[in-house]
């Protein structure tokens, strides 16, 4: 049998992959050589930190 969560957020992590949901942290997508916001779909350059669009960054 498997153990319980110890967290809330586990729990509601282990909800939403129940069903279907992804529960892992979002990241910078790739179009090409560029980095693409996963949130507004800015493109930056490779070097950048933080999404000059809507303030995105990926958290560490």
């Given at each position: 049998?498997?153990?319980?969560?110890?967290?809330?957020?586990?729990?509601?992590?282990?909800?939403?992959?129940?069903?279907?949901?992804?529960?892992?942290?979002?990241g910078?997508?790739?179009?090409?050589?560029k980095?693409?916001?996963?949130?507004?779909?800015g493109?930056?350059?490779?070097?950048?930190?933080?999404?000059?669009?809507?303030?995105?960054?990926?958290?560490?």
């Amino acid at each position: 049998m498997a153990s319980a969560p110890s967290t809330d957020d586990e729990l509601f992590d282990e909800f939403l992959s129940a069903n279907g949901h992804e529960t892992t942290p979002a990241g910078w997508d790739h179009s090409y050589n560029k980095k693409q916001c996963p949130e507004c779909g800015g493109i930056h350059d490779d070097d950048a930190r933080q999404c000059s669009v809507c303030g995105w960054f990926p958290e560490r």
